[in-house]
């Protein structure tokens, strides 16, 4: 697999994940994220996947712009994206953030082990 390829699955794959029908599905989160995953958030709080499973479904979900996209492959079966992204939670401010996320193929499809999204100035 070239890395374009790799790159525009991934991106793909992330882009599903802030779907309100994805955040709001414990199959579809369960499918995505790898036993293993772990989330640094942008708060500084950590999560695994079963918090993850647990909390995501019961929550609104976030209105959440992604943009300056870039991804590098770390090793075969590995890679990292990278992206800026807006989160418009419902009566706040929006929110900035740089996110980075690692993404491993198991033979069959792409699963993300870590995601940390870092606050920054609005862009």
């Keep these: 697999m070239d890395s374009n390829t790799i790159k525009q699955q991934i991106i793909e ?3 599903l994940l802030v779907q309100p029908a994805t955040r709001l599905s ?3 989160l369960n499918h995505h ?6 989330e640094i958030a942008a708060t500084g709080r950590c999560f695994g996947k079963a918090d993850v499973l647990e909390r995501l479904p019961t929550e609104q979900p976030p209105v959440i712009n992604q943009q300056d996209f870039d991804c590098r492959v770390l090793a075969e079966g590995l890679a990292q994206l990278t992206y800026r992204a807006t989160i418009q939670r419902a009566d706040c401010d929006p ?3 740089v996110r980075s996320s690692i993404w491993r193929f198991d033979g069959e499809k792409w699963q ?3 995601h940390q999204g870092t606050a920054c100035e609005p862009f």
């Design 13 to 15: 794959l992330e882009q």
């Design 26 to 28: 414990a199959e579809m």
């Design 33 to 38: 994220l790898a036993d293993d995953f772990y």
């Design 95 to 97: 929110s900035y953030s």
């Design 112 to 114: 993300m082990i870590f």
